[in-house]
């Protein structure tokens, strides 16, 4: 499966989001400027994202966005990318079966690999995410530290 740029993308907003919005809302523009995401791609995705209910939006001088860090990343890649299924098969999304699925066995490899990546992403939650970000970012800055010394 391979994502596109709204899920890459989207995600890496999301992951901004929330590792700058503890103390207050967060501008558009500032995730845009720090991820190099130009403003109006940004703006498709963040409309996505605020119709699923993953961020919330605030108006006035203060404004901008939040997003709780209680969400899986299978919510945000879905509201994003919509499902996951690795192929287009019936037996995968509910729809009406298709003319040959009495005889087909393809279906039970889609399915193992459909169940193995939305098990992955629904069980790895953005607060995990937030947290090695802090790791990697303090470690960086320790590595930083020691070069100059």
Do not use: F
């Not at 501008?27 to 498709?44: H, K, N, P, T």
């Not at 999304?93 to 087909?104: E, L, V």
Request: proline share 1%.
């Amino acid at each position: 499966m391979k994502l596109s740029t709204k899920g890459r993308y989207g995600l890496r907003a999301v992951l901004d989001l929330a590792l700058h919005s503890e103390t207050e809302a967060v501008a558009l523009s500032s995730i845009a400027e720090r991820q190099s995401i130009s403003i109006s791609y940004l703006e498709q995705l963040i409309a996505k994202l605020r119709k699923a209910g993953i961020v919330e939006s605030t108006r006035g001088a203060r404004g901008g966005y939040v997003v709780d860090e209680e969400i899986s990343i299978g919510d945000i890649l879905r509201a994003l990318e919509g499902n996951l299924n690795p192929v287009d098969c019936s037996e995968l999304s509910g729809g009406p079966s298709c003319h040959a699925s009495d005889i087909c066995v393809t279906k039970y490899v889609w399915k193992r690999i459909s169940d193995s990546i939305n098990n992955a992403v629904d069980t790895l939650m953005l607060s995990e995410l937030v947290k090695e970000s802090r790791e990697v970012q303090a470690a960086g800055q320790e590595k930083k530290n020691d070069i100059l010394c």
